[in-house]
T-cell receptor
Framework: KAGVTQTPRYLIKTRGQQVTLSCSPI?????VSWYQQTPGQGLQFLFE???????NKGNFPGRFSGRQFSNSRSEMNVSTLELGDSALYLC????????????FGQGTRLTVV | AQKITQTQPGMFVQEKEAVTLDCTYD???????LFWYKQPSSGEMIFLIY??????QNATEGRYSLNFQKARKSANLVISASQLGDSAMYFC???????????FGAGTTVTVRA
């Protein structure tokens, strides 16, 4: 059974550009959530999708957006990139909301220069 | 608001010894779940163990066990028989069943010495 797949693994972007990250959850899982990890702020919740609906959103500016497709794959978009957006972006997959397990992908390391 | 506290920024442990990683949490919700993750230098978050707030027994998964003390709001991870491959960052996280997001502690870096 394949795990959570995040693409790309590494990304370098210039300030002002936009970026799209992808997350394919474990087969059969319908909940996908996104987290940002930085040395200064630690792990912070971005948003969660369940059956194509955004159910929860963290305290991030509107430049951060996402969506989930009918096959449960999710994308996260960041527009007008800032240096402070440099981080490891992790997505987690659960079969149901509130599941007893939440499996993460390997993350996408974004560097904004 | 939830809060997870991991007071040990870093720990050293001798190979084959046991190590306890502290985690305290704060929530007013009666239903919640507690998770521990391992993050090696590669960055992937590896799920280790889960404890539900209503679980009567402490969770165990191989060499990992969770010392759950509900009244004290404490969920310490015990790693027995440490191995060199256990060197990593360990995160405690909590999810309540109102909003389902995971809230993480700051993490504890464990270094296993041969």
């Amino acid at each position: 059974k394949a795990g959570v797949t995040q693409t790309p693994r590494y990304l370098i972007k210039t300030r002002g550009q936009q970026v799209t990250l992808s997350c394919s959850p474990i087969s059969g899982h319908r909940s996908v959530s996104w987290y940002q990890q930085t040395p200064g702020q630690g792990l912070q919740f971005l948003f969660e999708y369940f059956s194509e609906t955004q159910r929860n959103k963290g305290n991030f500016p509107g430049r951060f957006s996402g969506r989930q497709f009918s096959n449960s794959r999710s994308e996260m978009n960041v527009s007008t990139l800032e240096l402070g957006d440099s981080a490891l972006y992790l997505c987690a997959s659960s079969s149901l909301q509130g599941d007893t397990e939440a499996f993460f992908g390997q993350g996408t390391r974004l560097t904004v220069v | 608001a939830q809060k997870i506290t991991q007071t040990q920024p870093g720990m050293f442990v001798q190979e084959k010894e046991a190590v306890t990683l502290d985690c305290t949490y704060d929530t007013s919700d009666p239903s919640y779940g507690l998770f521990w993750y391992k993050q090696p230098s590669s960055g992937e978050m590896i799920f280790l163990i889960y404890q539900g707030s209503y679980d009567q027994q402490n969770a165990t998964e191989g060499r990992y066990s969770l010392n759950f003390q509900k009244a004290r709001k404490s969920a310490n991870l015990v790693i027995s028989a440490s191995q060199l491959g256990d060197s990593a960052m360990y995160f405690c996280a909590m999810r309540d069943f109102d909003d389902y997001k995971l809230s993480f502690g700051a993490g504890t870096t464990v270094t296993v010495r041969a």
